[in-house]
């Protein structure tokens, strides 16, 4: 690792980190590359619960390094721009499903899409209470997903 060199670090959700790729990222960090994460999503649902996701891997780094990264894919802007350019609709034609208030709800609220929570994942219906950030419709799991009309 002495004397490697990078422009740009990118993490994101990784199943397989090792002590050695987040000193290696973080020793890069500090010698300038800059920093980007792919999504600020700190926890992932698995049949077994919750496993670390790609946003408890950034504050790993930013807590040693002091560089905070630059965030891409939900809940920022360049998503919905990417998907309207790939399929020529427009955000109002558009509906986000997810789990996570603050990403996949926070991505279609911010934007002009229509944002149905799925109670399937992170967020429980209880977390709803304590949110200023609300979906435009709940749903206890994608198997409802056909019958909504916006």
Known sequence: MSGAHADIVV??????????????????IRGGAEYICTHPDYNCPT????IPDSGAIAAAVTASTGVK??????????????????????????????????????????????????????TKSGDLEKSELQPDIVIVSLADAPALTW
């Open 47 to 50: 049949e077994d619960g919750f």
């Open 69 to 122: 990264p630059r965030f891409f894919g939900k809940p920022y802007r360049e998503t919905i721009e990417m998907i309207a350019e790939l399929t020529g609709a427009q955000p109002a034609e558009m509906c986000i499903f997810g789990d996570r208030l603050y990403t996949d709800i926070a991505l279609g609220k911010q934007n002009g899409v229509f944002a149905a929570l799925v109670l399937t994942g992170e």
């Open 11 to 28: 993490t994101s959700f990784d199943t397989t980190l090792t002590y050695d790729k987040l000193n290696a990222a973080c020793r890069l």
